[in-house]
């Protein structure tokens, strides 16, 4: 098993920076890629940004690159996305997601965290 608690989501005006963190706990993380999902009021779960914890190798999607970026921290097994530039359509539930790199189905998610970006 791997908990994964998310914090950091607030209320925030558009243009503005904020960062999200995941503190995971329970396994070793170099056996996962770890990465965040955004889910808006109406709208499915969407991917956003990953990260292979091994090795650090990223991934983003289209709609965040050069606006977001995902990182770790080995020493503190917590998970980062620090966002900037932000946008209205940005607002929604933030999660974390684990999922193992050696077995097929091995995978959670965090309780998510709130990001609400103002105009």
């Known amino acids: 098993q791997v908990q994964l608690v998310e914090s950091g989501g607030r209320l925030v005006q558009a243009g503005d920076s904020l960062s999200v963190s995941c503190a995971a706990s329970g396994r070793t993380l170099s056996r996962y890629r770890m990465g965040w999902f955004r889910q808006a009021p109406g709208k499915e779960r969407e991917f956003v940004a990953r990260i292979r914890w091994i090795d650090g190798f990223t991934d983003y999607a289209d709609f965040v690159k050069g606006r977001f970026t995902i990182s770790r921290d080995n020493a503190k097994n917590t998970l980062y996305l620090q966002m900037s530039r932000l946008k209205p359509e940005d607002t929604a539930v933030y999660y974390c997601?684990?999922?193992?790199?050696?077995?097929?189905?091995?995978?959670?998610w965090g309780q998510g965290t709130q990001v609400t970006v103002s105009s």
């Open positions: 997601m684990a999922s193992s790199i050696i077995t097929s189905g091995d995978q959670y």
